[in-house]
T-cell receptor
């Protein structure tokens, strides 16, 4: 069964550094998403991406964040200057808009630790 | 704005007994409702969803959920719990296809032998 993959599984960085989290969505999916889950808190929506542009973003997704689909398979989340409060599990998801299912399938997550 | 409430942080049930994990939602327009399960150190796995049609939705691993529009609820159920069902369960709501999901706070299900 196809699945969303994410790399790395765990990223440790120093405050102020840039990080790029990588995701490979399910191959025939058209919508891509990033969510995050701070330890002990709810899963929160960050951004959705369709047709090479952001379709929706939350108030969390400020100028420090950006997303990109650099090629036909990868989908990345960049945090330009990390803060301590960016420490969280980041989940990538994808969905197939071409059918009525629209289920978002999630990857295993990248745990980001900002020191 | 849309929101989801999972009123129980933890549900304890004995193996073989029926289980219910509660979820209520608030959304303008027709809701898209989902249940996901998270095992330790794993991502969110899709269990089932309600888009339209029958109020009783059947999903993976013997789980089902009942959509109740008047009570704005979407409770997850299983007739006979297994120890392996022990995990964190999240209810989520969306407004439209390709739209953001809003998650509840999660309910930890503990099934004891």
């Amino acid at each position: 069964e196809p699945e969303v993959t994410q790399t790395p599984s765990h990223q440790v960085t120093q405050m102020g550094q840039e990080v790029i989290l990588r995701c490979v969505p399910i191959s025939n999916h058209l919508y891509f998403y990033w969510y995050r889950q701070i330890l002990g808190q709810k899963v929160e929506f960050l951004v959705s991406f369709y047709n090479n542009e952001i379709s929706e973003k939350s108030e969390i997704f400020d100028d420090q964040f950006s997303v990109e689909r650099p090629d036909g398979s990868n989908f990345t989340l960049k945090i330009r200057s990390t803060k301590l409060e960016d420490s969280a599990m980041y989940f990538c998801a994808s969905s197939d808009r071409s059918s009525f299912t629209d289920t978002q399938y999630f990857g295993p997550g990248t745990r980001l630790t900002v020191l | 704005a849309q929101s989801v409430a999972q009123p129980e942080d933890q549900v304890n049930v004995a193996e073989g007994n029926p289980l219910t994990v509660k979820c209520t939602y608030s959304v303008s327009g027709n809701p898209y409702l989902f249940w996901y399960v998270q095992y330790p150190n794993r991502g969110l796995q899709f269990l089932l969803k309600y888009i339209t049609g029958d109020n009783l939705v059947k999903g993976s691993y013997g789980f089902e959920a009942e959509f109740n529009k008047s009570q704005t609820s979407f409770h997850l159920k299983k007739p006979s719990a297994l120890v392996s069902d022990s995990a964190l369960y999240f209810c989520a709501v969306g407004r439209n296809a390709g739209n953001m999901l809003t998650f509840g706070g999660g309910t930890r299900l503990m099934v004891k032998p």
